[in-house]
């Protein structure tokens, strides 16, 4: 059974930054992928970032040069650092697993951007 966990959310000022953390429990062998989505009150779930199991990173427009995926090798934490945070990035960030076979999503962290 995989579990996927995300934490860090909250409130920040404009400018100001944040870290979220999505941690995966169980096996992660077979984990093709992790990805970053957000979904803001009204809108559809978007992607944010992707970090592949060979340790490539892809990011929306929006986010690129602001937002930095990593994690460790195992793909078991992953961490999305935010920088230069708009009103705009207010959303509900969730973790989504990639496996061969399946897939799994996290609850979800609030972040939200105060102007």
């Known amino acids: 059974q995989v579990v996927v966990m995300e934490s860090g959310g909250g409130l920040v000022q404009a400018g100001g930054s944040l870290r979220l953390l999505c941690t995966t429990s169980?096996?992660?062998?077979?984990?093709?992928?992790i990805e970053w989505h957000c979904q803001a009150p009204g809108n559809q779930r978007t992607l944010v970032a992707k970090?592949?199991?060979?340790?490539?990173?892809s990011y929306a427009p929006s986010v690129k040069g602001r937002f930095t995926i990593s994690g460790t090798n195992a793909r078991d934490m992953v961490y999305l650092q935010m920088n230069e945070l708009k009103p705009e990035d207010t959303a509900v960030y969730s973790c989504?697993?990639?496996?061969?076979?399946?897939?799994?999503w996290g609850p979800g962290t609030q972040v939200t951007v105060s102007s």
């Open positions: 970090i592949t199991s060979d340790g490539i990173p």
């Open positions: 989504h697993a990639i496996f061969q076979w399946n897939h799994y």
């Open positions: 169980g096996t992660t062998s077979s984990m093709s992928a």
